[in-house]
């Protein structure tokens, strides 16, 4: 994952989730000038490490903030890079890719839908915490080529078992590849009743279960 990165205010700093994506990644074989999509690109982190191994990656992010630092630092480091602004099912539209990787929100949170504005919009993601997830397992098969693969990390909390069985549904081979154990982070923290209350956590819980599910289109 390429180290240094700069960061806009606002725009979500590579964490431990994205380095657990970010290794899967590097396991992946990549075929010089293999097409590539990151979805939600904050920093451009993984889109950037895709872009060094010679892909051609397209990168999308709903936050303006977002496209602009993804952009800067593929200037930095001189990498050719293609980043979009807007939802991912309309802005690369019509496109298809041999892999894609996302980090996308995957927090839950009180309320109904997605965040308008602000650095929440990089997290949260409805009360169950798959809006975004599930719109990604939905129409990855329309934005995948034969054979393709997509990597996704999420939370245990999201339901590991409902991602598999959604890609499943969509004519997938999905798997999980990966695991690790966090510490809570603050926003989880400031949720604890929140969740607890949802069954979403267990009291005293202080671990978080992050997963990479890689799922290939057949």
Same mark, same amino acid.
């Given at each position: 994952?390429?180290?240094?990165?700069?960061?806009?205010? #606002?725009?979500?700093? /590579?964490?431990? @989730?994205?380095?657990?994506?970010?290794?899967?990644?590097?396991? =992946?074989?990549?075929? /010089? #000038?293999?097409?590539?999509? =990151?979805?939600g690109t904050?920093?451009?982190?993984?889109?950037?490490? %895709?872009?060094?191994?010679?892909?051609?990656?397209? %990168?999308? @992010?709903?936050?303006?903030?977002?496209?602009?630092?993804?952009?800067?630092? %593929?200037?930095?480091?001189?990498?050719?890079?293609?980043?979009?602004?807007?939802?991912?099912?309309?802005a690369v539209?019509?496109?298809?890719?041999?892999?894609?990787?996302?980090?996308?929100?995957?927090?839950?949170?009180? #309320?109904?839908?997605?965040?308008?504005?602000?650095?929440?919009?990089?997290? @949260?993601?409805?009360?169950?915490?798959?809006?975004?997830? @599930?719109?990604?397992?939905?129409? %990855?098969?329309?934005?995948?080529?034969?054979?393709?693969?997509?990597?996704?990390?999420?939370?245990?909390?999201?339901?590991?078992?409902?991602?598999?069985?959604?890609?499943?549904?969509?004519?997938?081979?999905?798997?999980?590849?990966?695991?690790?154990?966090?510490?809570?982070?603050?926003?989880?923290?400031?949720?604890?009743?929140?969740? =607890?209350?949802?069954?979403?956590?267990?009291?005293?819980?202080?671990?978080? =279960?992050?997963?990479?599910?890689?799922?290939?289109?057949?």
């Amino acid at each position: 994952m390429p180290a240094g990165l700069i960061a806009l205010p #606002g725009v979500y700093r /590579p964490q431990g @989730d994205t380095r657990l994506v970010s290794e899967a990644l590097a396991l =992946e074989t990549l075929r /010089p #000038g293999a097409d590539v999509l =990151e979805i939600g690109t904050g920093t451009g982190a993984l889109a950037l490490q %895709a872009a060094r191994l010679g892909a051609r990656v397209t %990168a999308v @992010d709903v936050s303006w903030r977002a496209v602009v630092t993804a952009r800067l630092n %593929a200037a930095r480091r001189r990498l050719p890079l293609r980043v979009v602004h807007g939802d991912f099912a309309s802005a690369v539209a019509g496109s298809r890719f041999d892999l894609i990787v996302t980090n996308p929100p995957y927090v839950p949170a009180p #309320g109904g839908g997605l965040p308008a504005r602000g650095p929440e919009r990089a997290w @949260d993601a409805g009360r169950n915490g798959r809006i975004v997830i @599930d719109r990604i397992c939905t129409r %990855a098969p329309t934005l995948l080529r034969r054979g393709g693969v997509l990597l996704v990390v999420h939370s245990g909390m999201c339901g590991v078992q409902e991602t598999l069985g959604l890609l499943a549904t969509a004519g997938m081979d999905a798997e999980v590849t990966a695991r690790a154990f966090v510490p809570w982070g603050p926003v989880l923290r400031s949720r604890r009743t929140w969740l =607890e209350q949802q069954g979403l956590a267990a009291a005293a819980e202080e671990l978080e =279960e992050l997963v990479v599910i890689r799922a290939q289109y057949l």
